[in-house]
Structure formats: structure tokens, C-alpha cells
């Protein structure tokens, strides 16, 4: 996997593709409400405030390298620990790296400080999405649906990875459904934020089961929880699960969270 470095200072881990992303496909994320080009814009961003990024594509080298059987949370841990490389490092990670960052943090004293985006570390909804990457497994490989795709509606959308892209994420959520987060969290001591957009809870149709995905909702329901073991939570207004990841409101909250860092 090619690891990029930018910057000097504090190491910052971001697990993401620093791409920029050509069209037709960079219209096509902001249709959805995200930013193509977030690896990019976080990563020169931080180094211009003064640390030094490790930044590599992880969800893109398990795209191209699947793990069917084998992608358990000791397995995501250990990646992202190689990625690091010898250097005590702060963490930032969205979604589901989010939820593999918390995994990291409890495997290993040499990090710094975490951030969580987009994936509450308390009342995560782990069954929920163990739900929603069964149903994707089931329609892997299954012929595209021949609706238009409308920003927005996930059932208008076709499930384009491989039986074996989806079936590792289906491991990696099972391995999740023993994990007693408190416990996890009681762990932690470095220093620890959790955000998420206040309207982040994905609604999935029917051919998705129906499952709803409340991250805004549970991460709210868990603040005072949170805050009392150490935790700054911030929600953000009138913000999905795709406009959370935005350069624009991450970028001044990790400058913020990681400068006691400097």
C-alpha cells in the first residue's frame, strides 16, 4: 500500500486516499453531498498547520486486497499500526474508520489523540450495520437495478463491490457484536472527541431491510456518557452523514482537537 507523508510536526494517521478525484466521479459525490477531494484537502491542510500527515488509502487497498474471512478488528488494528509507521501518532478516521480507530486506541499505547467522525463510540450501532453489509452481501455481484440513481436514495443504488469486498466487512462487524464498548472506553485516557452531524441517521429502503442507522441519534443519547468518561462530543447542525466528512468542518475541528499536540 503506498503511504504518503506531508508535512513536520506531530504525526496525524488519516487512513484515506489523498486522490484527487477526476470526473465525472468527483460531480457525482457532491451530488451526494460529499467532498471528492477530502483525503487531499486534510491532510495539505494539517501539514500547513504544522504536522506531519501519514496518510494511506486503507478502504481502497482492502478494495483491491479483500479479506473475506480474516478482517476482524485485531486485523484492522494491526494494519493501521503498520501504517503508522515507528511514531507515536493522533488518529482521525470517519464511519467505519472511525469505529476502527476506537479499535486501534485500545490496542496500543502509542496514541496521541483520537477523533471519531460520523460513528458514536458509545451505543455504536453495530448490529445495525452488521445488517446493512449482510444485505450487501446478499446483492454483490447481482446485476445493477435499471432506475436512475438519485442522490440520496440508497435504493436506487446498486451494491457494485464484490462478494469478497462486502463479505470482509460482514467479518468485521461480526467480530464487533461481543464488544463491551465501556469497558473499551474506560481504557482510554489520551485526549478523545466524537462528532457527528445532527441529522446522521441513515434511513435504508426495503431491499436494504429497512434498517435505520442512528449515529446523530445515539451519539446524542450518549453525550453525558461520554463527556463524563473523558470525552468532548460535538453534533453539528443540519449536517448529514455525507456533509460530516466535509474539509470544511473537520479540517478546523482537528486543527483544534490536535493542538495541544504542537
Known amino acids: 500500500m503506498d503511504v504518503e507523508v506531508f ?8 487512513p484515506m ?7 465525472p466521479q468527483a460531480s457525482q459525490m457532491r451530488a451526494w453531498g460529499a467532498e471528492p477531494d477530502t483525503g487531499h484537502l486534510l491532510a495539505t491542510g494539517l501539514a500547513s498547520a504544522g504536522f506531519r500527515v501519514v496518510a494511506a488509502d486503507y478502504e481502497g487497498h482492502r ?13 484492522v488494528a494491526a494494519d493501521l499500526l503498520a501504517l503508522a509507521g515507528s511514531d507515536d501518532f ?8 472511525a469505529l476502527a480507530g ?8 502509542r496514541m496521541t489523540a483520537l477523533v471519531m467522525g460520523g460513528y458514536p463510540p458509545l451505543g455504536g450501532p453495530y448490529a445495525e450495520m452488521l445488517a446493512v453489509t449482510r444485505a450487501a452481501h ?3 455481484g447481482s446485476p ?16 457494485t463491490a464484490s462478494p469478497e469486498q462486502t463479505a470482509q466487512y460482514v467479518t468485521l462487524y461480526e467480530s464487533l457484536m461481543s464488544f463491551d464498548e465501556r469497558a473499551a472506553l474506560e481504557k482510554l485516557h489520551i485526549p478523545r472527541t466524537a462528532f457527528a452531524g445532527a441529522d446522521d441517521n441513515i434511513q435504508y429502503g426495503p431491499k436494504w431491510g429497512d434498517i435505520r442507522v442512528p449515529i446523530a441519534d445515539r ?3 450518549n453525550s453525558a456518557s461520554l463527556k463524563a468518561l473523558g470525552w468532548d462530543v460535538v453534533l453539528i447542525p443540519d449536517v448529514d452523514h455525507m456533509a460530516g466528512m466535509r474539509p470544511g468542518i473537520v479540517l478546523p475541528l482537528l486543527r483544534e482537537k490536535f493542538f495541544t499536540l504542537r
Open 90 to 97: 493522533a488518529y482521525y478516521g470517519y464511519s467505519w474508520l
Open 138 to 140: 446478499r446483492m454483490a
Open 219 to 221: 451519539l446524542a443519547a
Open 102 to 109: 476506537l479499535q486501534l486506541a485500545i490496542r496500543t499505547d
Open 63 to 75: 478494495a483491491r486486497h479483500p479479506a473475506p474471512g480474516t478482517l476482524t478488528t485485531d486485523a
Open 17 to 23: 486516499s489523498t486522490a484527487v478525484t477526476p470526473e
Open 7 to 14: 508535512g513536520a510536526g506531530p504525526t496525524v494517521l488519516l
Open 144 to 159: 445493477p437495478p435499471e432506475q436512475e440513481v438519485t442522490p440520496g436514495d440508497w435504493d436506487s443504488v446498486g451494491v
